[in-house]
Every structure is written in C-alpha cells, then in structure tokens.
C-alpha cells in the first residue's frame, strides 16, 4: 500500500510523515508538495502537487490520500473538490481528510468549507475516513513570547473552554489510521483529553515563567482591533476574533476523548506544550 500526503511540506504534514516513517517503508510513502525543493529533505519520494491544478498523474499508484485541508481561507472548499476529483481520476482508493471539530454544527467561520469538503467526499464514490481535527494548541503558545513581554494575553473568548492538543497528537492520529484497518466510513471528533480558558493559559504561563501574566478579554471589535494595530492583516484579524468568541460558547470544547483513543495514550496537556514552547524560545 502506498500513502500519500498533501501539504507534506507544512507543519502538520511534516509530522505525519515521520509518523508514518516509524510504521511502514519510506518507499511506500509520497510527499505531495508545491515546491520539491522544500520537500527535498522529507526522507521520502515528493512529487510536485497543487490544490488548485490537482494533476491526477501526480496521484498515480497512490492507494490512500491524506488530504491535509489548505490554508487558502476562501478557497478550500474548491481546492479539496480538485483533489478529491484528481484522487479518484487517478484511483487512489481511500482518502481521508483532515477536518475541523464538530464541522457540521460549529458557528466557526473555518467551518463552512470544511463541512462542503467533507459532503463532497461521501458522494465521491471512495472509501473515506474524516479527522474533525480540533483547536491546536501552538494557535496559542506560538505567541507566548509576546505575552511576556507584555504580561497578558488578549482575547475575546471571555471564559470558553478549549480542549486543544498539539499538532504532534494530531499527526499521531492521522498516521495510525493512514496504516490500519476500521476506519472506513467514520468520522471521528478530535481534541485533547482536557480543556482550559484563556484566563488559564494565562495562570499556566505565569506559573511557569515566574511573572504575573493576565489574560485581557475584549471584545471581538475590540480584540480584532487590537491584532490589526500589531500588524495582522485586517481580514485575519477579524477571523482570528471571531474564532475566540466561538470558543466562548463552547465550539473549541470536546469531551469525547477520541483522539486519545485513537493514538493509545493521553493528549499533551496545555502545561506541557507551554513548556515544550518556553524551552525553544530560551
């Protein structure tokens, strides 16, 4: 059985790749990536791929696809209909898609596309398996250096809990049902094992730097505001805002302990990500 990635070059993508690397043979592994160049140090065979001119000839002798979800806001549901099309011109024979948590019912403007994307793929006439992937929780930590410098975190997602997990528990996941059997059909809801408000991001972050760090709620226009003054281009920075007052009533919460399930041990807490992200910055 080959297995293909998309967006092998992104930062989810590199994971599943090494993932993968630890489960089955290199040579059955293709990278599906928009420069070679960048994929060149992947360890496994890369292959040109766009989503926006999915060439079925890149996919030929690929048996299952892991469609990675772009990061063109606007675009996706459109591109992943290109792949999937490509995928099934070329025969791939099962693809699954990466997701967003609860995607048929979340008020997250993310959401939309995710859900076209995921009918598009039961009419396609494969074998699929959905991952609604929930919040990671580098969304958060990958900004902690700003929030000491400044002593806060700001947001607008008031006191909503998130049940994050990192990227590498995702990756996880999605290896483990790249390379076994039983997931034809289903549609699993991922996040981590236990949930935690800004506020207590806040508390964590303090405890462990040694300084009193306070989280900031504001408004969404306010909030959105503020990440425009930073330098946020206008348009993510209203979404950005947005997806926290999502959080505030309840769409970035799970408590299905699926993703545990699926990779055989408990998610990464909060703590431990914060950590892990304080130690790269030293």
């Not at 040109?48 to 979800?69: C, M, R, V």
């Not at 929930?134 to 049940?163: F, K, P, Q």
């Not at 505001?225 to 281009?233: H, R, Y």
Request: hydrophobic share 40%.
């Amino acid at each position: 059985m080959t297995i293909g990635v998309t967006g092998a070059t992104g930062q989810l993508g590199r994971m599943v790749i090494d993932e993968l690397k630890e489960r089955v043979n290199g040579q059955k592994i293709v990278g599906l990536v928009r420069s070679v160049e960048k994929g060149a140090n992947l360890g496994v065979e890369v292959r040109q791929f766009n989503y926006d001119n999915a060439d079925s000839k890149a996919l030929s002798g690929i048996d299952t696809l892991l469609l990675i979800s772009g990061n063109e806001l606007g675009c996706r549901a459109r591109q992943h209909k290109n792949v999937i099309e490509a995928a099934v011109g070329a025969g791939v024979k099962r693809i699954v898609y990466t997701s967003l948590l609860r995607a048929d019912t979340s008020t997250l403007s993310l959401a939309g596309e995710h859900a076209q994307t995921e009918e598009f793929l039961k009419k396609a006439g494969v074998e699929f398996t959905i991952l609604r992937n929930g919040w990671y929780t580098e969304n958060y930590t990958g900004s902690l250096n700003v929030a000491v410098a400044t002593l806060s975190i700001a947001g607008s997602a008031a006191e909503g809990r998130i049940s994050s997990a990192p990227r590498a528990d995702y990756a996880l996941a999605a290896a483990v049902v790249l390379t076994s059997t039983g997931h034809q059909g289903k549609t699993y809801e991922l996040a981590g094992d236990s949930s935690y408000s800004l506020a207590e991001l806040a508390a964590e972050l303090s405890k462990q730097v040694g300084k009193n760090i306070v989280y900031n709620n504001m408004s969404e226009s306010d909030y959105a505001s503020l990440l425009i003054k930073v330098g946020v281009p206008a348009g993510f920075a209203r979404a950005i805002a947005s997806w926290d007052v999502s959080a505030s009533v309840g769409d970035l919460f799970d408590e299905s302990h699926q993703l545990s399930k699926l990779i055989g041990r408990p998610t990464t807490t909060m703590a431990q990500t914060v950590k892990q992200a304080l130690s790269a910055l030293a």
